[in-house]
């Protein structure tokens, strides 16, 4: 088990000491912010299909561990989702997470949840996260 920063290790998505969580791990390549997931039977809102709220946690997850790896603490001041396609549990998705733009203490994000199988866009998310002043 990596521990994060001894605030962030119980998150929901990506902490390693929940046990309830999805336990994702991020690594930037290429200035992307990168995960897999593969939702689970448990992770359904109708049956068989990912519940969305799953999907905006991890795509705010994606975009905020952008900011996390990089040693800047910032929370999320909005964010927005277009759900593009159904995602059936089971399926393994990559997510991506990239800077726009940055002014200020303000950083704004996009969030990219893909089918690995058929590069399909499930969904975006575009995301403004605000430094944290010390």
């Known amino acids: 088990m990596s521990l994060l920063r001894d605030d962030a290790n119980h998150c929901f998505v990506c902490g390693p000491s929940n046990p309830i969580g999805l336990n994702l791990t991020f690594r930037i390549e290429h200035n992307v912010c ?4 593969t939702p689970a039977e448990e992770h359904c809102g109708y049956v068989g299909i990912t519940h969305g709220g799953l999907i905006f946690s991890a795509l705010d ?3 905020a ?3 996390f790896l990089r ?6 001041a909005k964010c927005d989702i277009r759900y593009k396609a159904e995602l ?3 399926t393994p998705v990559r997510l991506e997470g990239r800077q726009l733009k940055s002014k ?3 950083i704004q994000m996009q969030g990219l949840m893909i089918r690995q199988d058929n590069d399909e ?3 975006e998310a575009q995301g403004h996260f605000m430094q944290a002043e010390n």
């Open 88 to 90: 059936p549990t089971g």
């Open 71 to 76: 040693g800047i603490r910032a929370y999320t």
């Open 61 to 63: 997850d994606v975009m």
């Open 121 to 123: 866009l499930i969904a």
């Open 104 to 106: 200020g203490r303000l």
């Open 65 to 67: 561990n952008w900011i």
């Open 34 to 37: 990168l995960t897999e997931y």
